[in-house]
């Protein structure tokens, strides 16, 4: 089966300006979940999409992030505007409905805001 | 809530030598474990996991974890590592009842670059 597919793989952008992250699951996977790791630092839970539902998004860091999972299947992730702080890797995982643990993971998206 | 210690941030050994990463945990409740790998240039990829009985786990390329609930720790090893093992590896939580909001959440340390030199 093919995986998740993220893309862009790399996003460079002035601060300021808008990006937008995409993300196709594995394919019948309604869980769906957005992480990002900044700077070197521990990879952080944005939100959870189970369909189109989000089911938690206590990490989406402030209301310059907007995501979106159209008809349950590919996701979107909004930036705007992007700041600097907002430069690092952003995950996309998938798991069947029901599955708690061990998902499947992206290859993400590096964004570089300058 | 959950909180992971990945005690190394980094380590380099050489080839063919033992090499042991560390990880402590903290939760309220009762956690899935997990260890995932990222190659360069690739995406996270799972290593192992331990959900539940034997304490100890191995993943397809010689590495292992044990669970330790006393002292809180999965921590991973291998014998002997290869060239090809060089990666930055992620200790992982998740809180086991399906019933919590976060329960499918993972909770990541922050990650130990394992280097292996010739």
């Known amino acids: 089966e093919a995986g998740v597919t993220q893309f862009p793989s790399h996003s460079v952008i002035e601060k300021g300006q808008t990006v937008t992250l995409r993300c196709d699951p594995i394919?019948?996977?309604?869980?769906l979940y957005w992480y990002r790791r900044v700077m070197g630092k521990e990879i952080k839970f944005l939100l959870h999409?189970?369909?189109?539902?989000?089911?938690?998004e206590s990490g989406m860091p402030n209301n310059r992030f907007l995501a979106e999972r159209t008809g349950g299947t590919y996701s979107t992730l909004k930036v705007q505007p992007a700041e600097l702080e907002d430069s690092g890797v952003y995950f996309c995982?998938?798991?069947?409905?029901?599955?708690?643990?061990?998902?499947?993971f992206g290859s993400g998206t590096r964004l570089t805001v300058v | 809530a959950q909180s992971v210690t990945q005690l190394d941030s980094q380590v380099p050994v050489f080839e063919e030598a033992p090499v042991e990463l560390r990880c402590n945990y903290s939760?309220?409740?009762?956690?899935?474990l997990f260890w995932y790998v990222q190659y360069p240039n690739q995406g996270l990829q799972l290593l192992l996991k331990?959900?539940?009985?034997?304490?100890l786990v191995e993943s397809i390329n010689g590495f292992e974890a044990e669970f330790n609930k006393s002292q809180t720790s999965f921590h991973l090893r291998k014998p002997s590592v290869h060239i090809s093992d060089t990666a930055e590896y992620f200790c992982?939580?998740?809180?086991?009842?399906?019933?919590?909001?976060?329960?499918?959440?993972?909770?990541f340390g922050e990650g130990t670059q394992l280097t292996v030199n010739p």
């Open positions: 331990y959900l539940s009985g034997s304490t």
């Open positions: 394919s019948g996977h309604d869980n």
């Open positions: 995982a998938s798991s069947p409905l029901g599955r708690n643990y061990g998902y499947t």
């Open positions: 939760s309220s409740v009762s956690v899935y």
């Open positions: 992982a939580v998740s809180a086991r009842n399906p019933q919590e909001t976060s329960g499918s959440r993972l909770t």
């Open positions: 999409f189970v369909k189109e539902s989000k089911q938690d």
